[in-house]
Every structure is written in C-alpha cells, then in structure tokens.
T-cell receptor, first 109, second 114 residues
Framework: GQSLEQPSEVTAVEGAIVQINCTYQ??????LSWYQQHDGGAPTFLSY????GLEETGRFSSFLSRSDSYGYLLLQELQMKDSASYFC??????????FGPGTRLSVLP | DAGVTQSPTHLIKTRGQQVTLRCSPK?????VSWYQQALGQGPQFIFQ???????QRGNFPDRFSGHQFPNYSSELNVNALLLGDSALYLC?????????????FGNGTRLTVT
C-alpha cells in the first residue's frame, strides 16, 4: 500500500519560520510535490522535488531525502495569508498523485 | 488563459440517484484526473483520462465512471449514490510529455447526498 504522514496542525506567528514534514511509503516514486489549499478553494501547486536536496521558490522551500522517504516544506517570513492547509503528494508512474492527509497551518498576528 | 473549470459548483442529490460532473482542462493540457476530497482530508485519486481512455484508476468502485472527449474535457459519473459519496470532487489537468507537469485544480463540485 501507499501512505503519507503529515502533522495535522501547525501554529506560528507572523514573520516566523515553520517546517511541515512529510514521510511516505509508496510502491513507486517519481517525486514529491506540495500543494496549498485555502478554505473553500482549490489546491494550488507550490513546489516539486524529484531529486534529493532543497528547492527554493521565494519564501517557500522544499526538501527531499529519497533514502529516508522524507520531505519537508519550509515557509519563511510567515504572513496571515499563508493560513491554509498544506498537502504533500507523491507522484507515481503516469502522473498519479497520492496526497497526504494535510497539515492545517494557522498564522497568528 | 482560462484555468480548469468545473460545473456545477454545488449539487444536492438523493441516495440512489445518479450524477454527472463536468470539467474543462486548462488550455494546453491533455490529461484530466479526478479526485474526491472529504472534509478535512486530502484528495483521493479516483481515475485519470488521457487520449480519451482511462489510464489509471484508484481504489473506487465501478459506480464511479468517466469519459474524456476529443477536446480533452471530461465527465465524472457516479451511479447509485450513497451518503458516503458526499464530498468535494476536484478535477485536475496536466500535460503528458517529457518533464514534470504539476496538477492544476478546478474549484471543485460540492456534492451532497441526502
């Protein structure tokens, strides 16, 4: 089977840095993606890691360790608008994505 | 450039009925995937269509079926609705080719089964 684990909730204050971890067990693996979803909205793509290491996109960075079946999303200089749910997703063969349960991030003033 | 569009936005059906949801992919995309998202959970993969054929399928019963048209748009059909089918149904499009193509999601159809 395939499974992904993420913390259910994370709380931080504006301007802080937060890390959302994701561990996975999957029969096939092409890469790890991260999506953001605001309440009532559609998931939107944030980042993708196919190889080990860190990918940086503005305030967001994502890390992958294939040997540890582990990745994380790092959000810097938190803003109120970053309050949302964040999902890691494993890409299997043929663009089949398995999503994690999601981490609800609350940013406090 | 229009993104992924889904219709209808909301739908209320009675147990045992049938429903059809529609999706138009982002311009330039040729692959459509459907996901079911229960409240407070991550999207669950239903199936994926490419070149008008079901390419992959998740762990959903045969009551869930779909179709892709020559213009790449897609339909999701659910027969014999159960209360447990109440969820947000998300359509996502992508491009099948060399390199990585992230999923672009529509805003979803909120299905309520009573």
């Amino acid at each position: 089977g395939q499974s992904l684990e993420q913390p259910s909730e994370v709380t931080a204050v504006e301007g802080a840095i937060v890390q959302i971890n994701c561990t996975y067990q999957t029969s096939g693996f092409y890469g790890l993606s991260w999506y953001q979803q605001h309440d009532g909205g559609a998931p939107t793509f944030l980042s993708y890691n196919a190889l080990d290491g860190l990918e940086e996109t503005g305030r967001f960075s994502s890390f992958l360790s294939r040997s540890d079946s582990y990745g994380y999303l790092l959000l810097q200089e938190l803003q109120m608008k970053d309050s949302a749910s964040y999902f890691c997703a494993v890409e299997n063969y043929g663009q089949n994505f398995v999503f994690g349960p999601g981490t609800r991030l609350s940013v406090l003033p | 450039d229009a993104g992924v569009t889904q219709s209808p936005t909301h739908l209320i059906k009675t147990r045992g009925q049938q429903v059809t949801l529609r999706c138009s992919p982002k311009s330039g995309h040729d692959t459509v995937s459907w996901y079911q998202q229960a409240l407070g959970q991550g999207p669950q993969f239903i199936f994926q269509y490419y070149e008008e054929e079901e390419r992959q399928r998740g762990n959903f019963p045969d009551r869930f079926s779909g179709h892709q048209f020559p213009n790449y748009s897609s339909e999701l059909n659910v027969n014999a609705l159960l209360l447990g089918d109440s969820a947000l149904y998300l359509c996502a499009s992508s491009f099948t080719g060399t390199g990585y193509s992230p999923l672009h999601f529509g805003n979803g159809t909120r299905l309520t089964v009573t």
